[in-house]
């Protein structure tokens, strides 16, 4: 999913024009402390947005390698926090802006703690925190953490790191001081070469993208699939950045770009907007807060022209109520009898069925409990159909809980319908409601066998409903209504009577189509497959009611599969005797013609309904 | 909207067990530097949580009065930036976290400038920004603005005003700092004593959680729906809450509780999470930091338990993109010729429909873009349903205005559909198309319609399409198809011609049935109002085609109403002939029988196919 080529597509163009923008500053200047880094180039300059869903943007000098260095710190971080668990971290160190620059010591006056794991004391602690029982091992593992973050397999730049290694006096005074006051437990000096390590790890621009994009993805690249760290430490991680990450000028930066940040001497800048989008810049040439000078216009302007400030979010917009009907107006494809639709229209109004949309956090999760909450005194039976919710989370999980014991309570149902791709509701009911979970937390494929489910209920309720095993005769056939004793026995001697067992296909989609048929026993479904590839039933009959009479009006194939619910007999008129009918019996074939155009506009009708309240 | 009573909502019995678990906590005292401060009853405890939507929940003492103090701040802050501007707001109070203490001086060393408007040296800064010829004013202003964010008129508590001057001596030599590096440019003592009127604003806690909602929703109270402050500073006011509003414990506080927030010293917090809620909590002993200790306890508690942190955000879940349909597999409803649907069928896959669904920010509009440019190739025409987004900010409109102008430049065609409650998008189009803005931004109340005017064009290219005076003859009309010249003779006999103007009614809902139509020139409209109350086009028939049909069979009411789009003629059946036919004329009746099953049997089939690719 790499879109590479401009004017294909308007992300690139605008990043394109972002670059022409920006190419030409020549302010800044290439950090020199260490001999390897003063010989970057001051050109090289580099633009590249991964999505959370992995489409990588790039532009510019995006494959040029340099070294991660403070990059590394956040990366670091979360490792240290999968290791050690937060509170263990937390005693080491802390979590609290200094408002100092980036290579001050701030340790706490009293327990010599960093103040910070973004400042390089802060940083130097927490590589002394990685597991491993050798720097070996502990440099391999954080280079493997970094390759799944980036996709790739990193290594460390040896001459960097050498020239690191030689300069870096201060760092290892800060070692020192941490052994002092027990931050470091150990000799310092292999931490500290860890540590000079882990800045020397070499990356490009896209890498940094990358990276910023897995931490947008709570914490799992959005192009291999493959978790680099645990999402519950992402907003930790992502906290010390939007603290700490940008040293004296982390205050501004929030205030101006919104997006938890790190950046690197050797120029480098991430961002990183959580559920949406990372950023990586590179471009060496620093200000004085040790801040890349491009990297800080470019992130300024994407924030500004994409509006990615985090903090600047309108509310949640309509409703998380999409759609809100009652068993009154919506009946599932379960076709009833007249009797039974008069109780069906009368009594579904005690059932609702609410169709969610979008993303269910909190506050959009209250807006439906709110609405059915001040409703539940009319409802017995509640439908909540996830088909359209595009994310759930623990909070909505909660709420969704509350409320179903809340309903269990008063004796009312509540039903969960198309949950398909959200596991975690599942989840969190089966861990909530404990043992025979399965019974209160009553789950539907779709929406129609939950409204079938209410609908028997309220049948049962009031008395009625036939068993599949009821046998209908020719008198009770919908198709043959008004006709004569005489009448009937003409069509009556026509008749073949077959039988299927249940699950047995009685009709395939695309057969020729060469009979119709009368439901004597049983119930019989149609079914389509759905855009979406699952089967989808369309109608239920049972007996008494016609089914297959539109192939033999409109001489197509058969348009669906129809299949035995049950142990099936069916009476069937073949096509060349429905129409021989026309020659012998005109009057016969008339009235059937009229009953087959009635029930043909009673579906029709119910179809317009269901497209009007649908769409 | 206020859900007062336990027992009746998840959300509610919530909070009131998070106030029985919270209730018990004896650590804290109660501030004493000022003497009116320390009358506060250690015991009142309150919680309030209301949504963006503003539903109001509320447990404990919400209804105490206390002074708002230090809560003030981003709340004068947001008006001095009104005021002012960011830029001149900068100029005098910095945006950089201190790491210290609530009431350090931290004035920048060279420019005197305070650090931070959360600590009293910015605040006092702050308050001498505000507009207005005098003391009087400035607080007038000041107390009309917290009446907007509260929704209801507040007013200052004397005794502590009195008390907070009579003590304020370091606040004062505060101001004479300020006033000595000229970041105040007057006599500060007026500007202190507003400060001093500003934190005695008297306030419940009911308050603070609207005031709260009121920054979660942009600014705008949404329980009265008035703006208290522009949008666009929103964001500014949460950056400083968010990296200063806790003091020295700010690093800590979005580290553990991830939203923005503000104590103040007589025990209010409040936090706010951007689009989804604000939080009020009021008890008034405090922690070494200076906040409320049952505060910053609920407050974690409801962070954790409500999944609210801010930097805790999945990826946006599934696409964008609800449904991705070309015209060949969705048709308008305009009926057509079998010449026409053939080419229809034929040319449509390059016609593309997408409807678009949930909050669209870059992240999920970048999905929908990078989709349509990779199938650009294939697409002549792009219709965008927006009928089921929910939010779509500036991002967003950026994008599709970048895709239009690619589309345009390639001599494609954009088609804007359902934008209704979207207006940032029509703003935004016209700001960037300028004059003949109209014409590039084709906007259709309805997908219908946009398909329609894609077919046109389809058949126009080919050539084909009949003009509105097209005259049918009964040979043309689709019910007569195999019919003899003698059987049509005696259906033409019966006949009655009659004809509407432009816009004219032919079938009122609701009407009895008495006649079928037979199009001969001109096209009519099949009207019926969607759930929604808007009406919805169902059908367009042109000459040859007929209409009324289906209430003559199941002589029911009309179900929809009929409306002349042009000029219209037509042939008229009525019910008693077309009754008497079948005793007269019976191997006409069946012939005009079967070709209207035949024709109910088609529209059958198209409204399952629409019924499963729309559900």
């Not at 397999?153 to 006096?169: F, P, V």
């Not at 940008?246 to 919104?258: H, K, Q, T």
């Not at 489910?453 to 043959?480: F, I, M, Q």
């Not at 020659?583 to 008339?590: D, E, R, T």
Request: glycine residues 10%.
């Amino acid at each position: 999913m790499n879109a590479t080529q401009e004017g294909s597509s308007p992300v690139l163009n605008l990043l394109a024009q972002l670059h022409r923008d920006h190419l030409a500053i020549s302010e800044g200047t290439v950090a020199t402390y260490i001999p390897e880094l003063a010989k970057a180039d001051p050109n090289w300059f580099g633009i590249c947005l991964v999505t959370a869903n992995g489409t990588v943007y790039e532009v510019g000098d995006t494959r040029q390698s340099f070294t991660i260095q403070s990059i590394s710190k956040p990366f670091v971080y979360g490792l240290a926090l999968e290791d050690n668990g937060r509170a263990a971290v937390l005693q080491k160190v802390g979590v609290e802006p200094t408002g100092d620059a980036f290579n001050s010591i701030s340790l706490d006056p009293g327990t010599g703690r960093p103040r910070n794991p973004m400042i390089n004391a802060g940083a130097i602690a927490t590589a002394g925190l990685i597991g491993g029982k050798n720097r070996v091992v502990k440099i391999r593992r954080v280079l493997e953490t970094f390759g799944l973050y980036a996709g790739r397999e990193l290594d460390i730049d040896k001459a960097i790191y050498q020239s690191e290694s030689q300069t870096g006096h201060r760092n290892r005074a800060i070692g020192h001081m941490l052994r002092n006051f027990d931050i470091l437990t150990d000799d310092p000096a292999p931490t500290v070469e860890q540590y000079f390590q882990q800045c020397s790890i070499s990356v490009t621009c896209r890498d940094l993208g990358m990276m910023a994009a897995t931490l947008a993805n709570r914490g799992v690249n959005p192009v291999t699939g493959k978790q680099a760290i645990r999402g519950e430490y992402v907003e930790s991680i992502l906290s010390v950045m939007g603290s700490c990450g940008m040293y004296d000028f982390a205050g501004e930066w929030i205030y101006n770009i919104g997006m938890p940040a790190k950046s690197g001497v050797s120029g480098g800048v991430i961002a990183v907007l959580p559920g949406q989008l990372g950023i990586g810049v590179f471009s060496p040439p620093l200000d004085a807060h040790g801040n890349s000078v491009r990297g800080i216009r470019v992130c300024d302007e994407l924030s500004r022209r994409l509006d990615l400030h985090l903090l600047n979010r309108s509310g949640i917009g309509r409703s998380a109520i999409r759609l809100k009907l009652t068993g009154a107006e919506i009946g599932s494809s379960r076709v009833r009898t007249t009797q039974e639709s008069k109780i069906l229209r009368e009594g579904g109004g005690r059932t609702a069925l609410y169709q969610l949309q979008g993303n269910l956090a909190f506050a959009a999760t209250e807006t439906v409990t709110h609405d059915i909450v001040t409703g539940a005194g009319g409802i017995d039976f509640l439908i909540l159909d996830f088909k359209r919710v595009l994310t759930l989370n623990e909070s909505a999980c909660q709420l969704f809980h509350l409320l179903l014991r809340q309903f269990h309570e008063a004796g009312k149902s509540v039903l969960f319908a198309r949950l398909g791709d959200l596991p975690l509701l599942r989840r969190y009911m089966k861990a909530k409601l404990g043992v025979g979970w399965e019974d209160k937390f009553q789950l539907f494929q779709d929406t129609d066998p939950a409204l079938e489910w209410c609908e028997n209920k309220v049948l049962e309720r009031a008395g009625v409903g036939r068993s599949a095993d009821h046998c209908a005769t020719p008198e009770d056939y919908d198709l043959l209504e008004k006709f004569t004793g005489e009448e009937m026995g003409v069509l009556v001697a026509l008749f073949k009577r077959r039988a299927w067992k249940k699950d047995e296909v009685i009709i395939n989609i695309g057969d020729d189509a060469g009979e119709m048929f009368f439901v004597v026993r049983g119930n019989v479904s149609v079914i389509i497959a759905a855009a979406s590839g699952t089967p989808k039933r369309l109608a239920t009959f049972s007996a008494g009611m016609a089914f297959g009479e539109m192939a033999i009006i409109d001489r197509a194939p058969r348009s669906a599969t129809i299949v035995a619910d049950t142990a099936v007999e069916c009476d069937t008129l073949c096509l060349e005797d429905f129409e021989k009918l026309g020659v012998s019996q005109p009057a016969i074939k008339i009235k059937l013609l009229e009953n087959l155009s009635l029930g043909l506009c009673r579906k029709l009708r119910k179809a317009n309904r269901e497209i009007s309240a649908f769409d």
